[in-house]
Structures are given as C-alpha cells and as structure tokens.
C-alpha cells in the first residue's frame, strides 16, 4: 500500500511529503505539456487539491508518484482541451539532469525543439531525460505499453536530431 510505502515514524506522510517528493518532477511535466507557467501553477493546485479530496485512493494505491502523475496527466490533458492551440510554450524552467553534459545553449536548443514534437513524444522525452523515469514508470503513468513508451522515445530522439541538425546547420 502507497501509505506504507510513505510512512514515516510520525505515521502516514502528507500531502507536503508527497509535494516535497514529487513536485519537480509534476512542475517539469506540466511545463512540458501545458508550456506556461500560469497554466502549470493552476493546474498543479488543481491536482494537490484533488490529491488531498480523494486521499483514499491515494492511500489505496501501490505506487505515490504513478498515482500522483497518473492525475496529473489527465488534469493536464482537461486543461489542454480546453484550450485551442499552444503557441508560447517556454521551457526555460526545465533544467537538464545535473550529471548531463548539457551547456545552456544547448539546452535552449533542446528546449526549442521540445516545442515541435507531439505530445505524447514530448512528455516521455520530459520523464526519461530531464526526471530520470523508466520506461516502465513512464508507461504506468500514461497507461500505455512499455514498447509503444519506448518507441515514443525512440522518435522523438529520431526528430530531435533532425530538428537540432537543422538549427545547427542555420547558425
């Protein structure tokens, strides 16, 4: 159970812990999905808000951060619907893992291309590159096999070659 997992000796942990534990992580995501920072800060609140309403199922569940990104997407994907199109993203905020070898201009140039990809590539890109995730983690929180999460991620780096080769071939 996801509460003993999370228990420490004062008992059950919070919603802060799981705040604490996860929130990069979410922050990171969202930002990767919804490309504003307003719409990650509402949609964020939303999802602890949800978090804390329905505790039971997130003390019924075997895994906190599957559970907690598993309605973090589909608040994002609500979120997405009811906008029309996404043209401002900024991925300013997200940060290459610290033991990558990537200088800030290219992780600006990575962060431009991110734009370009779909969404269902973009968000595994995120999980894998930037928070570390497995693949099979990846594929419980957006309910997909682990195969078609791989092959999501194997595209997307096939497009990110071609979209970072054009730009360096435009410099």
Do not use: W
Not at 39 to 64: H, I, K, P
Not at 68 to 89: F, K, N, P, Q
Not at 163 to 171: P, V
């Amino acid at each position: 159970m996801l509460m003993d997992q999370i228990e420490g000796p004062e008992g059950p942990a919070s919603i802060e812990t799981l705040y604490e534990r996860y929130g990069t992580l979410m922050f990171h995501y969202l930002l990767a999905v919804l490309g504003r920072r307003e719409d990650v800060e509402d949609v964020l609140q939303e999802v602890f808000v949800n978090l804390t309403r329905y505790r039971e199922n997130l003390e019924r569940a075997c895994s906190s951060r599957a559970y907690a990104m598993t309605v973090l997407r589909h608040e994002a994907l609500r979120h997405l619907g009811r906008r029309r199109e996404i043209t401002d993203y900024d991925f300013s905020l997200l940060e290459a893992r610290p033991e990558s070898s990537v200088t800030s201009e290219e992780a600006r140039r990575l962060q431009t291309a991110l734009a370009a990809l779909p969404l269902e590539q973009r968000e595994v890109v995120v999980m894998k590159f930037y928070e570390g995730l497995h693949f099979s983690e990846i594929a419980e929180i957006v309910g997909t096999p682990i195969a078609t999460v791989a092959s999501r991620y194997r595209y997307a780096l096939e497009k990110l070659r071609a979209i970072l080769g054009r730009q360096a071939e435009e410099d």
